[in-house]
């Protein structure tokens, strides 16, 4: 139970791994409203946007694109805010197939965003100099796509791989 915990938690960062600034400090846990915590995940997703576009140095020729690869960014983590809202709606009535069954309806729908996401930024990338290509590598690399955060390491001491991170599998 402790690894599909674990592996849930990766997933929902992972999720929103494009929505969140590498320096944004992680948001405590607290009894906030789901309107409060919807609010913070839209102005997340915004900072993460802007930082992208100043860090890419999007230029006004590639603005139509980089405006049709933020869309799905907002929409993926619209998706996303709902399902988490659903399962948390759901609390202590979930029995453990429900429980289940909204995991995988959640790792479905990050499945699904991503590939929405790679295909709003092919033409994004392909749009880029060489210069803008070695930034979004740089930029994407460096987020690590681990919900922002950089740097991570293992109770070990050891920095975390993906693969490290999910149990190896």
């Known amino acids: 139970m402790k690894k599909a915990f674990v ?7 992972i999720s929103s791994a494009f929505a969140q600034t ?5 948001a405590p846990a607290t009894a906030a409203s789901p309107a409060a915590a ?6 997340r ?13 999007i230029t006004p020729a590639q603005e139509s ?8 960014m907002r929409s ?7 399902l988490v809202q659903q399962r948390e709606a759901s609390g202590a009535q979930r029995s453990a197939l429900d429980d289940m069954k909204q995991y995988a309806q959640i790792s479905q729908a990050h499945a699904d965003g991503m590939q929405k996401l790679v295909a709003a930024f092919e033409p994004v990338y392909s749009s880029l100099s060489p210069e803008q ?26 920095p975390q791989t993906p693969a490290a991170e999910s149990g190896g599998q």
């Open 38 to 43: 919807g609010a913070h995940r839209e102005q």
């Open 133 to 158: 290509k070695t930034l979004a590598d740089k930029a994407f690399r460096d987020h690590e796509h681990h919900g922002g955060r950089t740097g991570r390491k293992h109770r070990s001491g050891k």
């Open 76 to 82: 993926n983590s619209q998706t996303m805010m709902q």
């Open 45 to 57: 997703v915004e900072q993460r946007i802007a930082q992208l576009h100043s860090a890419l140095k």
């Open 7 to 13: 592996v849930l938690a990766a997933t929902l960062s």
């Open 22 to 26: 590498a320096s944004a400090p992680a």
């Open 65 to 72: 694109q980089w405006n049709t690869f933020a869309d799905v």
